[in-house]
């Protein structure tokens, strides 16, 4: 579903890629973009190569050589190997919710933090950490400042939970929110007799597929049903395989407005009535024959 205002990709091309290879990507559709292909084919760098395009990252583009032309239907932004044009100038994608790159490998973070990269994220999303990134706890606050959502905002809470306690089911995981306002998940334990037969799970201990499907529930959540573009590189990469067969249609009930571009080795993503939104790489990417 696509609303009047929806600021969305369309066209996307890309020149010189590794020297000599071209992005010819036209009418990209507004809602499920899945790129399959062949390793090697430039699936990672071309959601890499837009992010920054997108974002104004000109030196990050710099290191690409490449040049770099993204029609929206907001105006164009262009590359030219130097600097990011826009034209008109509509002001890229502002906002976290307007626009997002969600990278979910867990890979170690610095040596300085007891979090691993995909653990970092996930505390971003949750908590109120910096300015420049809406929370869910931001997204919280927000009813206490505006009554008149609160109970509209609360319920869209209870429905996200409901989501994520379906499918943490088979684990007898449910969760919840401790008195210090933090996330946690609760198992039942006739053990424990502190926590009314329960023990506690902070995030930090759940495993790499349960803090990557959190992160990417939870940022679709705060989109708030808004217009959206969201690239995200391999989400499935160490989902459960029930969890992959869900994903999208979890995606378009949290978010029925955002354009999604993304990329997936795995079968079970687009097996379930998803055949018409594949788009294959060896279709987009063209090699420049050498002079």
Known sequence: METNNSVRITDIEIHGMWGDTNVIWNNVRPDFNIVVGQNGFGKSTILNILRNVLQKNEKELRSFKITAHILTTAGVMDFDGKTVSQKPAFGGFPGQSSFQYVNTFDVPASKKSTLSQLGLTLDAVLYQRSDDVYSFSDYRLGMLKDLSTAVQKQQRINALFEMIDGLFEGTGKKISID?????????????????????????????????????????????????????????????????????????????????????????????????????????????????
């Open 179 to 291: 008195d210090k306002q933090r996330i946690v998940f609760l198992k039942p334990n006739p053990k424990n007799k502190r926590n009314g037969g329960n023990d506690i799970i902070p995030i930090e201990r759940l495993s790499a597929g349960e803090k990557q499907i959190l992160v990417l529930l939870f940022t679709l959540f705060l989109m708030e049903n808004k217009p959206a573009v969201l690239l995200l590189d391999e989400p499935e990469i160490s989902l459960h395989i029930e969890w992959q067969d869900k994903l999208l249609s979890l995606f378009r009930n949290l978010n029925p407005n955002c354009q999604i571009i993304l990329t997936t080795h795995s079968p079970n993503i687009f097996a379930d009535g998803w055949s018409d939104n594949l788009v294959f790489i060896s279709d987009i990417v063209e090699q420049v024959a050498s002079e």
